[in-house]
């Protein structure tokens, strides 16, 4: 299972007191609610749908929200470009969410994956749709009924022979992980004026948008998940205090952006072969929780 990271800043007078800086950089936080990928954060939006489906603020490989990212032909989850070899039909009889064949999964995590067709009729009707420029670039604005809101790019499209990117200002779409038949899959368009979506060539390049699921659904689905980080942690808590004396402030720094919970600490200090100078601080920072 692919490990995604991310690393709570500290400011400078911080990290000047950091006796081994190499070590420190290994103070990881594995986050419950974003992803990092090649140094891209995703972050999931929740806009308080109905089925608690979780958008990703931007598409798979954009470096914001209003990049376009990367484009896929239907089923594939390597980049198409225009040195891409030819596309191979085979038989999709069913959803790819999920699979082996879900670039989201793939490229993430089995948390996040393509949207279903059944996810993208929810998001036209239940969200608020309105033409606007964010950061300059034409797009959809997408308003849930919470209020939160993602942005969704004119980002055109590749076409099917030879890869050539072609870039309208005033239209964008992007995969389901659903198909319609053996050569069309379906996908989200919209434009200026309209959204739905469609059916579009399985070889025609387009965006992905991951989505996921409710921070409490997550959870429930990331015990393996969790557990490898708090062993992680443990080993590296555990050198730290032995090498730095600055391993106080850099384990207040991982449990802080890591969200630990109360029960976690409890658990953990009954259950691992902790340093000493480790177990105080664990319970020194559980007492600041009360």
Known sequence: ????????????????HIENYNLFLTAIVITKNRVTMNRQEIKLIDLGLPSGTLWADRNLGANAPEKFGDYYRFGETTPFTENSPEYIYDDINESIAGSDRDA????????????????IKEILKECKWKWTKY???????VTGPNGNSIF??????????GGKLVIDEYYGSFWSASTYSNYFGRALYFNSYSWHYCNRSRNEGLPVRPVSMKDRQ?????????????NCFCSFANELANVSSS????????????????????????????????????????????
């Open 152 to 161: 969704f790019p004119a980002s055109g499209y590749r076409l099917y022979c």
């Open 104 to 119: 989201a999964t793939v490229n993430l995590d089995k948390n996040y994956r393509m949207p279903s067709v059944d996810q």
């Open 247 to 290: 391993a106080s402030m850099v384990i207040r720094a991982v449990l802080d952006g890591a969200g630990v919970t109360k029960k976690e600490i409890d658990d953990i200090i009954k259950s691992q072969h902790l340093d000493k100078r480790v177990v105080e601080e664990l319970k020194e920072y559980r007492a600041k929780q009360e």
């Open 1 to 16: 299972m692919p490990v995604y990271l991310c690393v709570r800043c500290l400011e400078q007078e911080e990290l000047e």
């Open 135 to 141: 950061n300059d670039v034409n797009g959809k604005k």
């Open 218 to 230: 997550i959870t429930e689905n990331m015990t393996e998940f969790n557990e490898g980080w708090w």
